[in-house]
């Protein structure tokens, strides 16, 4: 829970750009598409960011919060820029 708690800004932003991506992506704008669209980037950021966590916890390093939320950013980063590209 140190991971929300302590990057509430962090995670707010987080939440405000992928609702964003999410309006301008999505071919028709309906509560449950936007929904669905946040938290499948959602889940595709924790998932990316899950193998870094693992291969440092792995090492005996395991990341800090703000490392975490690092790569929670890069992942979501990666699928936004992936999703914006495509759009015609």
């Known amino acids: ?5 302590n ?4 995670w707010s932003f987080l939440m405000v750009a992928t609702l964003i991506v ?14 669905i669209s946040m938290l499948g980037h ?8 899950t193998l870094p966590w693992i291969v440092y916890w792995l090492i ?9 939320m690092t ?9 936004s820029v992936a999703n914006l590209s495509v759009m015609p």
């Open 60 to 68: 005996k390093k395991p990341l800090n919060t703000e490392q975490m």
């Open 42 to 49: 959602l889940v595709f950021a924790v998932a990316v960011a």
């Open 1 to 5: 829970m140190k991971l929300i708690t």
């Open 71 to 79: 790569a929670i950013t890069i992942g979501w980063l990666i699928l």
């Open 22 to 35: 999410s309006v301008i992506t999505s071919q028709e704008i309906t509560l449950t598409g936007i929904i």
């Open 7 to 10: 990057h509430r800004l962090w």
